[in-house]
């Protein structure tokens, strides 16, 4: 055990969090994704959801300050609404390192999810509730 790891990291999660170098991302997916399919490297968070771990993530995590965004959402398709998940993301992120969060159409996030350096599957149940983040320097 380790002073100071959120206990939602899985020491599986951790060693990838550290193995990222500047510019990897790391997609955390809800439950609805298809993570399996898109992952070079999947993390199991089975029974957690996005916020929690998003949280718990961005202690450890420095986002990547050289970009404009490096906080990627899925956009919404057709009149669905915005989802309401995303003011929970944005205020853990300004809690942690305030920064932009932008949009991808659904079908592009899931080809940069396939270049990600890790996917990790929730158990979440909200809609479009997939994120991904860019990682900076320390």
Known sequence: MLKGIPNIISPELLK????????????????????ASNAQRLVRADGHNVPELLDAILKLFPLDTYVDSPVMLMSTTKDDPTPTIWAEYQAIIDKHQPSKMSEIERFAFYERTRDAYAVVATSETAL???????????
């Not at 990838?16 to 993570?35: K, Q, R, S, Y």
């Not at 479009?128 to 320390?138: D, S, T």
């Open 16 to 35: 990838i969090l550290h193995e990222m170098g500047h510019g990897d991302e790391i997609v955390i997916g809800d439950g609805n994704f298809p993570a």
């Open 128 to 138: 479009y509730a997939n994120i991904i983040l860019k990682k900076g320097v320390i």
